[in-house]
């Protein structure tokens, strides 16, 4: 349930990626619309190189899980509300208790959630350290917190290949799954050119070369579903 689809160290499930958080507001307050080749968006990148990763905390990207579109319910529950196929709740309709993530982005494979012993994570797809290290160091709070609740960011994934993952750009990791390498890379380039982070030379070139499989591949939109 992505759109057009539509990660420091392995993440957990309940704070996957290594580096996540919450907020409201800040950042790229107006949702993007798909539009143009992501190919063509990479050129509007820039390029610098990787900044010291001084600095960086999970916490500095706030709480993990905010309400940040005031529905009563965590980012977290709602990127599995999302993604989940036969999704059961614990109580109302926030705490998702299970489901089924069928044709998992990463690996091709179905991963069954179930609370406390999940086997599911929820995976930044441009890391929170990977994004501190290229622009959003000199962000203020607010933008932080909304880039890392941002739905366009975050997809439900296997928790083993999350974890392998780490907090690599696309020049370092690639989703095993190669079907869905350029839906991958397409929403790398639509986060970093919603939040204006910047690419490494190398990691341009590694989303060239994946687009360039796929020249028609359109920037993602954050609303919509897998």
């Not at 490494?200 to 994946?210: I, L, N, S």
Request: contains cysteine.
């Amino acid at each position: 349930m992505l759109v057009a689809l539509l990660a420091a160290g392995g993440c957990k499930a309940g704070d996957q990626d290594g580096d996540q958080g919450g907020g409201k507001s800040g950042g790229a307050s107006s949702a993007p619309t798909a539009s143009g080749p992501a190919l063509t968006a990479v050129s509007s990148l820039t390029v610098k190189g990787r900044a010291p990763k001084t600095g960086y905390e999970r916490s500095e990207f706030g709480s993990s899980w905010v309400d940040t579109d005031d529905n009563g319910c965590g980012t977290r529950d709602d990127i599995l509300k999302r993604d989940l196929k036969d999704v059961r709740f614990r109580d109302g309709h926030c705490l998702v208790a299970s489901g089924t993530l069928t044709d998992d982005p990463y690996t091709g494979r179905d991963v069954r959630f179930v609370r406390g012993h999940s086997k599911v994570d929820i995976d930044h797809v441009v890391a929170l350290s990977d994004a501190w290290q290229k622009g959003a160091q000199t962000w203020d709070r607010d933008k932080r917190l909304a880039f890392a609740n941002d739905p366009l960011n975050l997809i439900a994934v296997d928790a083993s290949a999350n974890r392998r993952k780490g907090d690599g750009d696309a020049a370092t990791w690639l989703p095993p799954n190669k079907a869905y390498r350029c839906d991958y890379v397409a929403h790398q380039v639509a986060v970093k050119k919603a939040y204006g982070l910047w690419v490494t030379e190398a990691e341009k070139g590694a989303m060239k070369r994946v687009l360039g499989g796929c020249p028609t591949a359109k920037l993602p939109a954050r609303s919509g579903g897998r």
